[in-house]
C-alpha cells in the first residue's frame, strides 16, 4: 500500500514541474477540506476511506487509512468506515475492503 502512496507523490511532483499553479490551487482545496472544524481532522479520514472504498480508489485507501491512523483511528474504525462503503458501493465495493485490511496490516493498525 505504500507503493501507492509513493506513486501519489511522485504524480505530484510531476504536476508540479507542469503546473504549479494546478498544484497549489489542488493542495489548498485539500487541506482546506481536511482541516479541523466541526469534523475532527480523524473523522474526515474515516470519510476519505469511506469515500475510497466506494469510488474503488487504492490510492485513497492507501492514503487515507495511513493519515486515519495518525489521527488515532482504530482498526475497527477504519473498518467500520469501510462497512459504511459496502452500504453505499454495494457488492463492487466490498472487493476494496480487502485494500483497506491490507492498508491496516501495513501500517499497524491496532
Given at each position: 500500500?505504500?507503493?501507492?502512496?509513493?506513486q501519489l507523490?511522485?504524480?505530484?511532483?510531476?504536476?508540479?514541474?507542469?503546473?504549479?499553479?494546478?498544484?497549489?490551487?489542488?493542495?489548498?482545496?485539500?487541506?482546506?477540506?481536511?482541516?479541523?472544524?466541526?469534523?475532527?481532522?480523524?473523522?474526515?479520514?474515516?470519510?476519505?476511506?469511506?469515500?475510497?472504498?466506494?469510488?474503488?480508489?487504492?490510492?485513497?485507501?492507501?492514503?487515507?487509512?495511513?493519515?486515519?491512523?495518525?489521527?488515532?483511528?482504530?482498526?475497527?474504525?477504519?473498518?467500520?468506515?469501510?462497512?459504511?462503503?459496502?452500504?453505499?458501493?454495494?457488492?463492487?465495493?466490498?472487493?476494496?475492503?480487502?485494500?483497506?485490511?491490507?492498508?491496516?496490516?501495513?501500517?499497524?493498525?491496532?
Amino acid at each position: 500500500m505504500q507503493g501507492y502512496i509513493d506513486q501519489l507523490e511522485t504524480m505530484r511532483e510531476e504536476v508540479g514541474k507542469i503546473d504549479p499553479e494546478f498544484l497549489a490551487a489542488w493542495s489548498a482545496l485539500s487541506a482546506q477540506g481536511g482541516k479541523e472544524g466541526m469534523l475532527s481532522v480523524k473523522t474526515k479520514e474515516l470519510i476519505c476511506i469511506a469515500i475510497g472504498v466506494a469510488s474503488r480508489c487504492n490510492y485513497c485507501i492507501a492514503a487515507h487509512v495511513k493519515k486515519a491512523l495518525l489521527q488515532g483511528a482504530t482498526r475497527r474504525e477504519i473498518l467500520e468506515a469501510g462497512f459504511v462503503a459496502v452500504k453505499m458501493g454495494g457488492g463492487p465495493s466490498l472487493g476494496y475492503l480487502s485494500q483497506v485490511i491490507a492498508a491496516c496490516d501495513e501500517f499497524g493498525a491496532k
